[in-house]
């Protein structure tokens, strides 16, 4: 039987648990374990990290999509009474699990479209991270969650700054918003400086720890196509009130200009921990022992302008 604590506790799933987003949810978890619990854990590949999970996490169910690893995990979590299913549509059963109050879509690409829309009309409330449902589904993931009533909650530094920069102020139109990016590896070159570079260069983004496919994405400047694109389903914007400015600390994570002229930002350093536990305890703000920002470390603040001719070509991709 559960006690009273335990029903108090919002039930999460993690649909990509293995990746970046999925373990840092996980570390935030960790650290708040009286206020949530694992129901579901999801990954594609990494059967090794998943078992390792699902054992320090309990959750009723994991799902493995790969179908080559399922009875290895099966025989591996069998002992543990930990559920095991495999393939795509298993992915969308297990999100409508009752238990389950928050669903975490953290997968990678066109492969978090599926089991988000099976979870909003489930009327899970749901932790977007994977900014690729809204870019090739916008308009039918909006429409289910205002017939479903389901709120989603980003997770992406830059939306989740814009969405804390409007708690308190939902009425008042928006004149604006401006998404920073931090201009990459590459910020500041050349097409001639591009033609020869590296898988290895462009996976070092000079702030943000992230996943493989974000990361290159960020390297071309993609990446923040899509989160315009998302920023536009999410906030319900017309493009011309999206704007993008490169600011290279990371420390301003995106700005929301009002029709008075007035701009809220919202800082902090670059860590997804911050905006994956701000959508969690939302709308709570958990205690946490983060390291904190100090100005006096960061005595400037710069800002330019996107390079769209060197980044938009993008010939030097083919290099």
């Given at each position: 039987m559960m006690t009273n604590k335990e029903e108090n506790k919002k039930g999460i799933a993690i649909l990509g648990s293995t990746g970046s987003i999925g373990t840092q949810t996980l570390e935030v978890v960790r650290e708040n374990k009286d206020l949530f619990s694992v129901e579901v854990l999801t990954a594609n590949n990494n059967y090794e990290l998943l078992i390792k999970q699902a054992i320090e996490f309990s959750p009723n169910c994991v799902v493995i999509t790969n179908e080559n690893h399922y009875q290895t995990v099966k025989d591996a979590l069998w002992e543990h009474d930990i559920k095991t299913f495999t393939?795509?549509?298993?992915?969308?059963?297990?999100?409508?699990?009752?238990?389950?109050?928050?669903?975490?879509?953290?997968?990678?690409?066109?492969?978090?479209?599926?089991?988000?829309?099976?979870?909003?009309?489930?009327?899970?409330?749901?932790?977007?991270?994977?900014?690729?449902?809204?870019?090739?589904?916008?308009?039918?993931?909006?429409?289910?969650?205002?017939?479903?009533?389901?709120?989603?909650?980003?997770?992406?530094?830059?939306?989740?700054?814009?969405?804390?920069?409007?708690?308190?102020?939902?009425?008042?139109?928006?004149?604006?918003?401006?998404?920073?990016?931090?201009?990459?590896?590459?910020?500041?070159?050349?097409?001639?400086?591009?033609?020869?570079?590296?898988?290895?260069?462009?996976?070092?983004?000079?702030?943000?720890?992230?996943?493989?496919?974000?990361?290159?994405?960020?390297?071309?400047?993609m990446n923040k196509g899509l989160e315009v694109i998302e920023a536009k389903w999410l906030f319900n914007l017309k493009a011309n009130q999206i704007d993008v400015i490169v600011h290279p600390q990371s420390i301003i994570h995106s700005l929301v200009q009002f029709e008075d002229g007035s701009i809220k930002a919202q800082l902090g350093l670059p860590d997804m921990k911050l905006p994956i536990q701000y959508a969690l305890g939302y709308p709570k703000r958990l205690k946490n022992n983060f390291e904190r920002f100090n100005f006096l470390n960061y005595p400037e603040l710069n800002f330019h302008a996107p390079d769209k001719k060197t980044f938009g070509e993008q010939k030097w991709l083919l290099g």
């Open positions: 393939g795509k549509d298993a992915l969308k059963e297990v999100v409508t699990a009752e238990a389950i109050n928050m669903v975490v879509t953290a997968m990678v690409g066109f492969s978090g479209l599926a089991p988000t829309i099976s979870a909003i009309e489930a009327k899970k409330n749901i932790a977007l991270a994977n900014k690729e449902t809204l870019v090739v589904a916008g308009d039918i993931i909006t429409q289910l969650a205002k017939e479903n009533g389901v709120n989603i909650y980003p997770v992406d530094s830059e939306h989740s700054a814009i969405f804390q920069c409007l708690v308190g102020d939902f009425e008042n139109p928006i004149e604006k918003i401006i998404l920073t990016a931090s201009g990459g590896p590459f910020r500041g070159k050349k097409m001639v400086d591009l033609q020869d570079i590296t898988k290895t260069q462009a996976l070092k983004h000079p702030n943000w720890t992230m996943g493989a496919k974000i990361t290159i994405d960020s390297a071309t400047l």
